[in-house]
């Protein structure tokens, strides 16, 4: 059984070999908002805890195989019978018990995080942005700023910003790694993820969904400035950008692929997202969505008949 | 549809595929003339109600389907293994990984499943076949139709490419217009009938069927792990059915059950497949969890340690396994207490799962613990498996699952638990029962061999895949920039994979060797096992016992060879009832076959024309008498006689 020492230094080598190769780090553990942070020590604090499981598992495997090998055992060892022993099946049922009694804890808590506003931003009115997919891009329309583009979406720093997802088209997936976890972009309803930037930098985004042929290629650059840059590029835009009008919204919407755009108004006067599901579910945070709401409620009104089923749906859910 | 739509072009790939179907199929059809093979074939093969035949069919049929996923794999590798790779188009790309996904799971891991479980449960509960044998040579040809079905998309019309998963609105007629999803509702469908049929017939044999004495716990572990499999099975295929007849309805006839307009909804799709998809990972893995109990029970020399344990965990299993369908899309915005709710059913599992891993490394406590090709497959599992288990517990927490979802993390995940437990499982089965279903073994220095290649091909292949997730590459990608630094850990991916592929190559060249050199006559128990079906003659005679054989305990054989116990009553030969053969099950398949196939086409007149011949053959079974035939005492004599030396 050399074979199996030569295995295991084999895949222990090559785990070593992988973890310096990445001399800059994993994304998801190089977290660059509080949302991503809550993640990044879900995960390492996970890890670790399994990795507890992984060592009495192997420690347990390694003795037995080691010293019960018939090769090892007289010719004439008679192995015995044995039933099992309920102390020992209840210590092996109790432990994983408490532990993932441990982990849901964690799990229940920190899910609730990261679904609301990261902590510590409660106070601030959040940048609203919503962010839709088509086939094969991204439009980011900021209906406070009056301020549409396409492909990459600028944010300020140290403010929480509301995405709210929608789709023109598959389920996609909004994901920025290093800001948070993803939320999926449907054709029928809106769902909602907060992220804030605590740090400036260049983000990679991208749907991490499958849609089709140019999924791949479905990238965006988040960039989060300082508040005061930010500011500047949102005036820039207004002034310099163009008006998107229906029809070239409609252009860029069947176009596979656009590259960056920017305009100096958004798609949500004349194409408006689908029902907002969330209000109905959760009463929380929205004094400052019905107010924002209010101005597409007439957009809204004409897509009723088409939700009613939706509708039905959502009270249901809400009835458990 | 236009014609030249029909046969799918403008890929060399595609006509060398073209190429070698034809050549193949000449092949078969002037080989079996030449040797004068088509009585044969059809006598022995094509309208046997046997068992063991049957399990055989889907053992084969499961090994060519690993083969074509194991080439799409290959060829996904080949795309990934560089930056901005131009091997494959994002199309190709697209359909080769849906392809792979619904072979390995539908057309390869489920037929070798119920091919094990055809050629073992009736001899290890001492039956003479399955309750309903012709039923059961209708759901091979029903499976075994429908993976045609599936695999000619490749070169007729173009292969399914949303994904295994098929998410609406992707898969619907406004993104997906070529007949490649037509294809995939029909073709699982039709299969999906047959193991539907395949659960009723072995949950009715199990429980009608045992042999005097062999209460439910004393049943052996593969037996109890199929027993629970296919109740499973019962509740959690119906919900297939449905949603893929709604998907056909929605794709053939214009419904809008999952459309964008018109009310349609795409949560919808995605919930009903997936409370069929999370019951349908435990129905694969369930029975290599059998298998596994069976094999380290038999090369410790011990019996199973903790067995009441062992099925109550199955139980748990099996009843969480319907209760955690929602972790597959946590992203989907149901907010933080449903997801709450399901990270916690998820993570239960771990609890049931636990309890089995310390039961078998207990079994070892204390055995003789000697290390044959399939014992080695149960040894490669545990500390594999354990790997898949705990990232799982990873995966199951929602507030994480929001960075790995769709990323390679999940990838690697669920790969770490698939082939370890199920395709180990099986591959462990298969050498083990050999020797039950051929007469010969496997040779065993090229099994271990290959058993090498493959854990360390399979580690360096999907070991990677953890971190590529966890540095944001998502699943499903045809290409990636050289500047995410993917590159390097896609190269030693893919140089793994090469090596697993060396390893089947190996496995299967053992058939061929062990053929020809492996000794015959090492009897009915070369392992000195402790089953049942190891105190019948291999190979196999067609009735599997001359005697019913009595039970006064689990792991009966072993228990009559060490205490003398005889397992037979003395007395004379009585005469054995047996089905007849028959070719409606074949007929009624290849019927369905085109029904299936007029209707990815739409084409509706064929179509009815074939759906009345469906109707045809329901009635002629139903109308049909036939009792079967009885083996004569004195046949039975002197098939024993020649089989075994002796006379029982």
């Known amino acids: ?320 | 549809m236009k014609w030249d739509e029909f046969f799918v072009t403008g890929e060399p790939m595609i006509y060398a595929a073209d190429v070698s179907i034809v050549l193949v199929s000449l092949a078969i059809v002037i080989g079996l003339t030449y040797f004068k093979k088509w009585g044969y074939l059809w006598r022995e093969w094509l309208t046997t109600v046997d068992h063991k035949k049957i399990g055989i069919m889907y053992i084969l049929s499961a090994l060519i389907m690993l083969f074509r996923g194991g080439v799409d794999a290959l060829l996904m590798r080949a795309q990934l293994a560089t930056p901005d790779s131009k091997f494959l188009d994002a199309q190709h790309y697209n359909e080769i990984f849906t392809t792979h996904g619904v072979i390995m799971i539908l057309f390869m891991a489920m037929p070798f499943v119920i091919g094990m479980m055809n050629v073992v449960v009736p001899l290890q509960i001492g039956a003479r076949d399955v309750a309903f044998p012709r039923l059961n040579a209708v759901s091979f040809w029903m499976f075994f139709m429908g993976a045609m079905l599936f695999n000619i998309s490749f070169v007729i019309g173009g292969s399914p490419d949303a994904g295994w998963s098929a998410y609406f609105p992707l898969a619907s007629l406004e993104f997906s217009p070529t007949v490649g999803n037509n294809y995939y509702s029909l073709a699982l469908q039709i299969s999906g009938i047959g193991t539907l049929m395949t659960g009723v017939n072995f949950i009715v044999t199990i429980l009608k069927m045992r042999a005097p004495g062999m209460k439910l716990m004393r049943m052996p572990m593969f037996t109890w792990s199929v027993l629970i499999t296919n109740v499973i099975i019962l509740f959690a295929f119906p919900v297939l059915t449905v949603a893929l007849a709604l998907m056909m309805f929605d794709r053939v006839f214009g419904s809008q059950f999952f459309t964008m307009a018109n009310g349609g909804m795409d949560m919808l799709w995605a919930n009903l497949f997936w409370v069929w998809g999370h019951p349908e990972v435990y129905i694969v893995i369930l029975p290599a969890f059998g298998i596994f109990s069976d094999i380290i029970s038999t090369f410790s020399k011990k019996n199973l340690y903790g067995y009441k344990s062992m099925v109550v965990s199955m139980v748990a299993i099996s009843v969480l396994s319907f209760l955690v369908w929602a972790h597959h899309f946590y992203t989907m915005g149901q907010g933080a207490m449903v997801n709450g709710f399901f990270s916690i059913t998820t993570m239960a599992i771990a609890v049931p799962t636990g309890v089995k891993i310390f039961n078998w490394l207990f079994t070892l406590r204390k055995g003789k613990i000697s290390f044959t090709s399939p014992m080695l497959y149960a040894m490669g599992f545990i500390p594999i498996f354990t790997i898949g288990g705990v990232t799982g517990v990873m995966l199951a927490m929602a507030s994480a699952d929001y960075q790995y979802h769709n990323t390679m993390f999940l990838v690697a995940h669920f790969h770490y638990v698939l082939i370890p437990g199920t395709v180990f499982g099986v591959l462990a089965g298969m050498h083990y029962w050999f020797p039950k279903m051929f007469g010969f073994r496997l040779n065993e220095r090229l099994a271990k061999t290959a058993f090498w290649l493959i854990i360390v091909g399979f580690n360096v292949a999907f070991m990677p895949l953890f971190f590529l997730g966890l540095n944001g590459m998502t699943r499903r990608m045809y290409t990636y920039s050289a500047s995410t630094g993917y590159g390097p850990l896609n190269m030693i991916a893919t140089i793994g994979a090469l090596i697993l592929a060396v390893g089947f190559v190996v496995l299967c060249y053992n058939f061929f060797y062990s053929f020809r050199h492996s000794p015959r006559n090492e009897g009915g128990d070369p392992w000195d096992a402790r089953t049942l079906e190891w105190s019948t003659p291999s190979p196999v005679p067609v009735y599997n016992f001359a005697k019913v054989p009595v039970v006064h305990s689990e792991d009966a054989f072993w228990h009559a060879k060490k205490h003398n116990v005889p397992l037979y009553e003395e007395g004379p030969y009585e005469e054995i009832h047996m089905p007849n053969n028959s070719g409606q099950p074949f007929i009624l398949g290849v019927i369905m076959f085109f029904l299936g196939f007029f209707l990815v086409f739409s084409w509706f007149i064929p179509a009815i024309i074939a759906g009345v011949g469906v109707i045809i053959m329901l009635a002629v079974r139903s109308f049909e008498r036939d009792h079967g035939y009885h083996i004569p005492p004195k046949e039975i004599a002197a098939t024993e006689q020649k089989l075994r030396g002796d006379t029982v």
């Open chain 1, 1 to 320: 059984m050399k074979k199996k020492r030569w295995l295991f230094s084999l895949i222990f080598i090559s785990v070593v070999m992988l973890l310096s190769g990445c001399d800059t780090k994993l994304m998801v553990l190089d977290p660059k908002g509080p949302v991503a942070k809550t993640q990044s020590n879900t995960i390492i604090f996970s890890i670790l805890m399994m990795a507890l499981v992984l060592i009495v598992v192997y420690i347990l495997y390694i003795f037995m195989l080691t010293k019960y090998r018939a090769s090892k055992t007289p010719d004439d060892y008679e192995p015995p019978h044995m039933e099992g022993s309920k102390w020992l099946e209840f210590i092996w049922t109790a432990i994983p018990i408490i532990i993932v009694a441990i982990l849901s804890v964690v799990t229940v808590r920190t899910t609730y995080a990261v679904e609301k506003v990261p902590a510590g931003y409660e106070d601030q009115k959040p940048l609203v942005i919503y962010a839709s997919s088509s086939n094969w891009k991204w439009h980011f329309s900021y209906p406070e700023e009056g301020i549409e583009t396409v492909n990459y979406v600028n944010i300020p720093t140290h403010r929480p910003v509301e995405f709210r997802l929608y789709s023109y088209g598959p389920i996609s997936s909004f994901w920025v790694p290093q800001l948070g976890g993803q939320k999926y972009a449907m054709s029928d309803m809106i769902t909602k993820l907060n992220l804030v930037a605590e740090h400036e930098g260049s983000y990679m985004g991208k749907n991490s969904n499958f849609s089709g042929k140019g999924f791949a290629q479905m990238e965006f650059e988040v960039l989060a400035q300082s508040p005061a840059d930010y500011t500047k590029w949102v005036k820039e835009v207004q002034q310099t950008a163009p008006k998107l009008t229906e029809q070239e919204f409609n252009s860029v919407l069947h176009t596979d692929f656009v590259g960056r755009k920017s305009y100096s108004s958004t798609h949500l006067k004349f194409s408006a997202p689908p029902m907002d599901m969330s209000e109905h579910g959760h009463g929380g945070d929205n004094s400052t969505d019905s107010k924002e709401s209010g101005k597409d409620s007439a957009d809204h009104m004409q897509d009723m008949g088409d939700m009613k089923d939706m509708n039905d749906h959502s009270s249901m859910e809400h009835g458990h």
